[in-house]
């Protein structure tokens, strides 16, 4: 949801452009960080905390995310090529990691670039965390 509500227009004028539209409209990595996250991104008002949030904002304002829905992945993923990539941003596919894959959940497709011409080479990841653990939690109440 956090997507969807990061990509509704500001304004009157992005609303009649938002309404005509016939594509899937990109938004940039630092509004939907925002959107899911709140503007202090979870982090503390005070520095370096600032410094690292502000930082993180404007290097993400120059980064895209094209998804629409999840795929669920059923192996553990060890190798992600360009080609992959591209493929998941042409489709709008996010990921959900296998349940028992190590060190990530998320993958979210990010590019950097122009978005008439694209280049394998500008594409990369959001990747995120879902759990602290490599091993799955009891499942005992």
Same mark, same amino acid.
């Given at each position: 949801?956090?997507?969807?509500?990061?990509?509704?227009?500001?304004?009157? $004028?992005?609303?009649?452009?938002?309404?005509?539209? %016939?594509?899937? $409209?990109?938004?940039?990595?630092?509004?939907?960080?925002?959107?899911?996250?709140? *503007?202090?991104?979870?982090?503390?008002?005070?520095?370096? #905390?600032?410094? $690292?949030?502000?930082?993180?904002?404007?290097? #993400?304002?120059?980064?895209?995310? %094209?998804? $629409?829905?999840?795929?669920?992945? *059923?192996? %553990?993923?060890?190798?992600?090529?360009?080609?992959?990539?591209? =493929?998941?941003? *042409?489709?709008? /596919? #996010?990921?959900?990691?296998? =349940? *028992?894959?190590?060190?990530?959940?998320?993958?979210?497709?990010?590019?950097?670039?122009?978005?008439?011409? /694209?280049?394998?080479?500008?594409?990369?990841?959001?990747?995120?965390?879902?759990?602290?653990? /490599?091993?799955? #939690?009891?499942?005992?109440?």
């Amino acid at each position: 949801m956090a997507r969807d509500f990061a990509i509704l227009p500001d304004s009157e $004028t992005e609303a009649r452009s938002f309404v005509s539209a %016939n594509h899937v $409209t990109t938004v940039t990595l630092d509004k939907f960080l925002t959107t899911l996250l709140g *503007n202090e991104l979870g982090l503390k008002q005070q520095s370096p #905390a600032k410094t $690292t949030r502000d930082g993180l904002l404007e290097w #993400a304002k120059n980064h895209k995310l %094209n998804f $629409t829905h999840f795929l669920q992945v *059923n192996d %553990n993923i060890h190798e992600l090529t360009p080609e992959f990539l591209e =493929y998941c941003w *042409n489709r709008g /596919i #996010a990921l959900t990691c296998a =349940y *028992n894959q190590p060190l990530f959940d998320i993958l979210i497709v990010t590019y950097h670039g122009d978005l008439t011409q /694209i280049e394998r080479s500008k594409f990369g990841l959001l990747v995120i965390q879902v759990k602290l653990r /490599i091993e799955a #939690a009891d499942r005992g109440l």
